[in-house]
Structures are given as C-alpha cells and as structure tokens.
C-alpha cells in the first residue's frame, strides 16, 4: 500500500510569486509597467504581510533574475515583500526528505507527517512578529556564483527535451505513462550518475566541485542507510530504496515528475523558464497556501501538484 504523505503548513497563510512577477512588479515600481490592477494587489499584500496575515517567502527566484538588467531593484522588491521569511533551497528540502523518507522505508512506516521546519528557515509567522516595524532592505546582490551556470544548464534542458517532448506528442503517449517514467528515471538517476561519475574519473577527467559534492551527498546516504540497518545493506539497498514507493512519494520527487510529465505530454512547446519553474514549484507547491505563476506557457503547471 502507497505511503500517505502529509504536510501541515505554516499556521500563517504563506504565498509564493514566481520571478516573473518579481520582475513585473519591480518594473510597476520603476514606472516601466502601468497594471492597476497589479498595483492594487502588491498594495494589499504589502498591507496584509506588514499585519502578519500573510508571509510572501523569498526561495530561490533569484536565479531567475540575478544578473540582469533589474536584479538589484528585483532584490528589493522581493525583501519589501518578505520582510525576511525565507524557504529553505531545493537542496536542503529534499536532502532532508530523502533521510526522512528512508527512515520511513526501513521502519516500514504507514504515513509520513512533514511540518512547516522541512521547508522554511524559520516560522514565517514568529518572522513577521519579530521584524514587524523593522526597516528592511536588500543589501547583497542576487544571485551566487554559480547562477549562470545553473541558468545555462537549464537552457540546455530545453534545446534537448523540446525535441524529445515533440517525440511524445508524436506518439501519443498520455500523461500517466509519462509520469511513471519521470518517478522511475529520479531514482535510477543517482545510480546513473555515480556510474558517470566513476567512468569519468577513471578515463582520467578530474571531478568539479558539483561533481564532489553531488557524491559527498550519495555518500551521506549510504552512511544512513546502513545506520538504520536497512537491507539489503550498502548500495544495493540505497538505489532500492531510490526506486521505492516511499521515495517517489516525498513531494519535490512527486510534484518534479508531476509537472515535468505534464510539459512533456502537453501541447504547448517548452519555455526557457520551464526547468526552473518546476525545481521551484516542487517546494513552494506542497509548502505554501497559495502559488502564483505565469498563465501563459508550460509554466502553468496545472493543479496536478496542488
């Protein structure tokens, strides 16, 4: 029987904005952008964030919108707006519930209960409380070292998989079927890696830094697992449990495979912005009360995550 995965979310009332609208709203402000309609929501937002009613968290938008033309007015923006709520990153939420769900898997529990602690920094509305009458501003420019890299390997996913996605139009493939390659290729994807990984190296091509920590990462998970004396004991048992009901139960897998089967089967092509969109939306979806994205484009990731 498939394992019941709950989140309870944050007692406040949480919503996540893409970083399109970010960018629109950064340019309402510029006075590059007349919406009065979108002048009148930031203004009630801005009003229920600064009562407590509402916490708008910053993620990891800035990836979209580091380096380039409006960052810095983008940053700031996005700090008026979340007055310091913060999400945790992808990396964190689903490192996390990757250990969680295998503990679940060897304990052979029934349900999995997730709070609010998997997926944000701190409690959004304790956030808000704190820094009620606080000045806030953005004082660091967006974005990290590897943003372009991070932005131009997901570029590349679109050059490979538009094509791929016409393939599948092609030959009628619906969602359901795309869906469960999606759960099977996230597991199969960290034996894949490390075997990439291994041939690399011994043909004599030194590993990079994502390289290292990507099975430094594999690694923990090994420790882990024989820690909890899952069986069969070492690799063996970790890649089954990667390809287990309970692994692609844990939301950002799920709602990833979700998202990414509903693009690949849909008839509208693929957007620059998709790849990030649903990195993203794997953690604000499950975590957050409300989710604003773009209506148009394969961004528009239907209400299967929700």
């Excluded at 304990?107 to 944000?120: I, M, Q, V």
């Excluded at 190296?201 to 099975?215: K, N, Q, R």
Aim: aromatic share 8%; charged share 30%; with cysteine.
């Amino acid at each position: 029987m498939p394992i019941v995965v709950t989140v309870r979310k944050p007692a406040t009332p949480t919503l996540w904005l893409d970083s399109s609208i970010l960018i629109k709203l950064a340019k309402l402000r510029r006075g590059e952008e007349k919406d009065p309609r979108l002048e009148k929501l930031r203004s009630l937002v801005l009003s229920l964030v600064k009562d407590g009613r509402l916490a708008v968290p910053e993620g990891e938008q800035d990836e979209e919108y580091a380096l380039k033309r409006l960052d810095e007015d983008v940053a700031v923006e996005q700090a008026r707006l979340s007055r310091g709520v913060r999400m945790k990153s992808r990396f964190e939420v689903t490192h996390a519930l990757t250990l969680r769900g295998m503990e679940a898997f060897v304990r052979g529990e029934s349900g999995l209960e997730l709070d609010r602690r998997y997926f944000f920094a701190w409690d959004p509305g304790a956030v808000l409380q704190e820094r009620r009458n606080d000045r806030i501003l953005a004082v660091s420019s967006p974005g990290t070292v590897v943003t372009g890299e991070r932005r131009a390997l997901r570029s590349e996913k679109v050059v490979v998989f538009e094509p791929f996605r016409g393939d599948k139009r092609k030959a009628g493939v619906k969602y359901e079927e795309q869906l469960a390659l999606e759960l099977s290729g996230d597991g199969r994807g960290w034996l894949r890696d490390a075997q990439d990984l291994i041939r690399r190296i011994s043909s004599g091509e030194a590993p990079d830094l994502t390289d290292v920590m990507g099975f430094q990462t594999l690694h923990e998970f090994r420790v882990r697992w024989d820690e909890l004396g899952g069986t069969p004991a070492g690799w063996p048992g970790v890649f089954g449990y990667f390809d287990s009901d309970v692994y692609k139960a844990l939301p950002p897998v799920l709602i990833s495979a979700q998202l990414s089967a509903d693009i690949l089967t849909g008839n509208e092509p693929l957007q620059a912005g998709d790849p990030g969109d649903i990195e993203m939306l794997s953690v604000a979806i499950p975590a957050c009360s409300f989710v604003s994205w773009p209506t148009t484009g394969n961004a528009c990731v239907s209400s299967r995550g929700g």
